[in-house]
């Protein structure tokens, strides 16, 4: 669960901060008005990062559906293995307490489907934070060949933003509001300033894009 709100412009560093637990950092980024060329090797390295998130996520072993036992196991922590996707879920319950069936319905009908289906989508867009981020492409070879380790970075914030963002009209359907804890509702809105659930990106105006389909 992230612990505070992460802003959507992001800086990865190594070092003292990594030792502390890597969190992303508020950097105001130096984009060009212009489009400027894409520099292969740098957007080859954020795919490369956006992949090991993916993999980390639990992204990759998704079940086709939890049912109310496996369910009960995320919520009581002990769902094996750990996906995002069912911590999303988990963490929309605790603001839905009476809603059980309801939530479940929005993991097994919206959050787990949508996921399968969007992973090329998923990776161009993330993909495209790490690329418009102020870290050195060297730094971003190094996160996406595990050199440093990814443990307590705010990837989190992204995940949470992007799925709750994308499934919101499901969401709302079902009755459910967002999870309202650990800076959640924060990176949700900072995220719906360019990312919606048709359309738009993680990345503000102005920025490269890498030509993702959104």
């Not at 890597?22 to 008005?33: D, K, N, R, W």
């Not at 992204?158 to 079902?174: D, G």
């Not at 900072?190 to 490269?208: C, M, Q, R």
Request: glycine fraction near 8%; charge should be neutral; hydrophobic fraction near 40%.
């Amino acid at each position: 669960m992230p612990r505070r709100a992460a802003p959507a412009w992001i800086r990865l560093g190594f070092g003292p901060v990594a030792a502390c637990g890597l969190a992303f950092a508020a950097v105001v980024l130096a984009f060009q008005a212009e489009a400027a060329d894409i520099d292969r090797e740098r957007a080859s390295a954020s795919r490369a990062l956006a992949q090991r998130y993916w993999r980390e996520a639990g992204l990759d072993a998704l079940p086709q559906r939890y049912d109310p036992t496996r369910f009960e196991k995320a919520v009581g922590g002990e769902d094996d293995p750990y996906n995002i996707i069912a911590a999303i879920a988990v963490a929309t319950l605790t603001s839905n307490p009476e809603r059980k069936e309801g939530v479940l319905r929005y993991l097994n009908e919206a959050l787990l489907p949508f996921a399968r289906s969007h992973k090329d989508q998923y990776l161009c867009l993330v993909s495209e934070v790490f690329y418009n981020s102020s870290t050195d492409t060297d730094e971003i070879q190094g996160l996406a060949k595990g050199k440093y380790t990814s443990e307590g970075m705010a990837i989190a914030f992204i995940n949470y933003a992007y799925f709750l963002i994308k499934t919101e009209s499901e969401r709302e359907k079902l009755g459910l509001v967002i999870p309202g804890n650990s800076g959640i509702p924060e990176s949700v809105a900072s995220f719906k300033k360019t990312l919606s659930p048709d359309g738009g990106a993680l990345i503000p105006e102005g920025a490269v894009a890498l030509g993702c389909s959104r």
